[in-house]
């Protein structure tokens, strides 16, 4: 084999998704995160990976706290729209309708998930791009039995087609480009070589145009 690295072959690491939710003291939060897992059994630990452009990283660094609500196959695409098409510095994520906190304080998802996580940070590396918070679970409740979500799942029966997002399409002065990734939309006249996805944090080469 050539000494070739294919970004095609990380997809194939087996991911979840989640919602990871958090208050600062000022407001609440929350966004889309893959990269939860657990690290140790006694004490339970987790750890997760959260891109620096999320303002939910910010917000995590200044409280030390958060949960981690595990989204399953039943969740549809309004909730990753919701809390990954946005950024918290601009919109108040939990509008529109009333959730529940944990003892901790914090907002988690009771409907299309199977379970919410509480933790507090014990640790956090810099590894660039991305902060590795380690934290130590405090609270920890089953809420369903369905399967978890996994981004192969979400790739294959939850994000729109392509298709179906230039139908959506209604001004004909502007062009769209689909995240190839997952799934996200971005409307314009032009796409910005910077360009970042606001759900998954890919550039704008992993967009394509589809009108």
């Not at 369903?144 to 790739?155: D, I, K």
Request: hydrophobic fraction near 35%.
């Amino acid at each position: 084999m050539e000494n070739v690295i294919e970004k095609e072959a990380m997809f194939k690491l087996t991911y979840g998704l989640f919602v990871l939710s958090v208050n600062d003291g000022s407001k609440d939060n929350g966004c889309i995160v893959n990269t939860v897992s657990m690290l140790t059994d006694n004490p339970k630990r987790i750890t997760v990976y959260v891109n620096k452009l999320n303002y939910t990283e910010q917000m995590i660094r200044r409280s030390g706290k958060f949960n981690v609500s595990v989204l399953t196959e039943s969740a549809p695409f309004e909730i990753f729209r919701q809390f990954g098409f946005s950024s918290g510095r601009d919109v108040y994520k939990f509008a529109g309708k009333t959730y529940p906190r944990t003892s901790n304080g914090l907002y988690y998802i009771p409907e299309h998930t199977n379970a919410v996580i509480s933790a507090k940070v014990t640790d956090m590396l810099d590894y660039g791009t991305h902060t590795l918070f380690v934290a130590e679970v405090t609270e920890a409740k089953v809420l369903s039995s369905e399967p978890s979500v996994t981004y192969e799942y979400y790739f294959a029966h939850i994000k729109p087609k392509p298709g179906a997002a230039a139908e959506e399409k209604k001004d004909p002065k502007l062009h769209r480009w689909v995240c190839k990734i997952c799934g996200y939309v971005y409307e314009g006249e032009s796409l910005p070589a910077d360009y970042i996805c606001p759900l998954c944090k890919h550039g704008a080469e992993d967009f394509e145009q589809i009108d």
